[in-house]
Nanobody, 120 residues
Framework: VQLQASGGGLVQAGGSLRLSCRAS????????LQWYRQAPGKQRELVATLTSGGSTYYIDSVKGRFTVSRDNARNTVYLQMNNLKFEDTGVYYCHSSIVVNVEGSTIDLWGNGTLVTVSS
């Protein structure tokens, strides 16, 4: 299984972008998906989570501006980012820790990074 992230780009502050994370097969109905980002010179941080049950979690700095959603038919999870700020700049990664057997063993999947640049 592979994750492919896309949708990054250059946008002015206040603008919007929608990131996509497409899985090579259906996994999101049974596994959580997280979006992380890494700003220049900083550690990677968790931005948002979408659980297999449909619950969402956001870090405080993006609450009310970012929305994570899922399209099971397209094996895709989206991160809608509105009212972007300069501090949202970074490389965004999608991640899922998927269960691979009945014992509950998991493997970590990381998508390629997609660069979001917000100009002030």
């Amino acid at each position: 299984v592979q994750l492919q992230a896309s949708g990054g780009g250059l946008v002015q502050a206040g603008g919007s972008l929608r990131l996509s994370c497409r899985a090579s097969r259906s996994i999101f109905g049974r596994n959580d998906l997280q979006w992380y980002r890494q700003a220049p010179g900083k550690q990677r941080e968790l931005v948002a989570t979408l659980t297999s049950g449909g619950s969402t979690y956001y870090i405080d700095s993006v609450k009310g501006r970012f929305t994570v959603s899922r399209d099971n038919a397209r094996n895709t999870v989206y991160l809608q980012m509105n009212n972007l700020k300069f501090e949202d700049t970074g490389v965004y990664y999608c991640h899922s820790s998927i269960v691979v057997n009945v014992e509950g063993s998991t493997i970590d999947l990381w998508g390629n990074g997609t660069l979001v640049t917000v100009s002030s």
